[in-house]
């Protein structure tokens, strides 16, 4: 069984957090959600030294990685070092989901605003190594989405190299 950990901005994003776990909870193995170390300053550490204190302490053995993309996420660091912690295990599974507050919420592949979309998750979108949907609790489907993100982590390299934008 898949272990599913929850990547979100903290404080605007815990509305949908809450809805998606109420929804999916019994369904789906979720094991960790966001956090941000309040306690680390992040001027003392390098960006790897963070990705891997949080692969090792907050991802530990999980292997799905959903990203909930509000309309400031792309600006939190802890999403983006659970972006890249995610990326660096070859056998974790990513995907994102447009919450309703994101410009990009009900896109289409043609139309899509990349500054509001954690730079590494649309590089790797772009690469089709992964997939973005829209938030609609009526219709989600995070199982088969699970399922389409493994095969194409089969089928196409990621790409871990883009560089975060923003900390707010």
Same mark, same amino acid.
């Not at 680390?40 to 790897?48: E, K």
């Not at 907050?58 to 070092?81: F, H, P």
């Not at 489907?141 to 089928?155: C, D, F, M, S």
């Given at each position: 069984?898949? !272990?599913?950990?929850?990547?979100?901005? =903290?404080?605007?994003?815990?509305?949908?957090?809450? $809805? %998606? =776990?109420? !929804? %999916?909870?019994?369904?789906?193995?979720?094991?960790?959600?966001?956090?941000?170390?309040?306690?680390?300053?992040?001027?003392? %550490?390098?960006?790897?030294?963070?990705?891997? /204190?949080?692969?090792?302490?907050?991802? $530990?053995?999980?292997?799905?990685?959903?990203?909930?993309?509000?309309?400031?996420?792309?600006?939190?660091?802890?999403?983006?070092?659970?972006?890249?912690?995610? =990326?660096?295990?070859? /056998?974790?599974?990513?995907?994102?989901? %447009?919450?309703?507050?994101?410009?990009?919420?009900?896109?289409?592949? !043609?139309?899509?605003?990349?500054?509001?979309?954690?730079?590494?998750?649309?590089?790797?979108?772009? /690469?089709?190594?992964?997939?973005?949907?829209?938030?609609?609790?009526?219709?989600?489907?995070?199982?088969?989405?699970?399922?389409?993100?493994?095969?194409?982590?089969? $089928?196409?390299?990621?790409?871990?190299?883009?560089?975060?934008?923003?900390?707010?």
């Amino acid at each position: 069984m898949k !272990k599913v950990f929850i990547a979100y901005h =903290l404080g605007k994003d815990d509305e949908y957090k809450n $809805q %998606f =776990l109420e !929804k %999916f909870q019994e369904k789906i193995n979720i094991t960790n959600e966001s956090y941000y170390p309040e306690e680390v300053n992040d001027r003392l %550490f390098s960006d790897q030294d963070l990705i891997n /204190k949080v692969k090792q302490e907050v991802l $530990q053995d999980t292997n799905v990685t959903i990203v909930l993309i509000g309309s400031e996420t792309w600006k939190r660091k802890n999403v983006d070092w659970e972006i890249a912690a995610s =990326l660096q295990d070859p /056998k974790s599974l990513i995907l994102g989901i %447009f919450l309703a507050t994101n410009n990009n919420y009900g896109f289409t592949k !043609k139309l899509i605003d990349e500054k509001t979309i954690p730079a590494r998750l649309i590089e790797n979108y772009k /690469k089709g190594y992964l997939q973005l949907y829209n938030w609609n609790p009526i219709s989600m489907k995070p199982l088969e989405w699970i399922t389409i993100a493994e095969e194409q982590t089969a $089928q196409v390299a990621h790409n871990n190299l883009a560089l975060f934008r923003q900390n707010l």
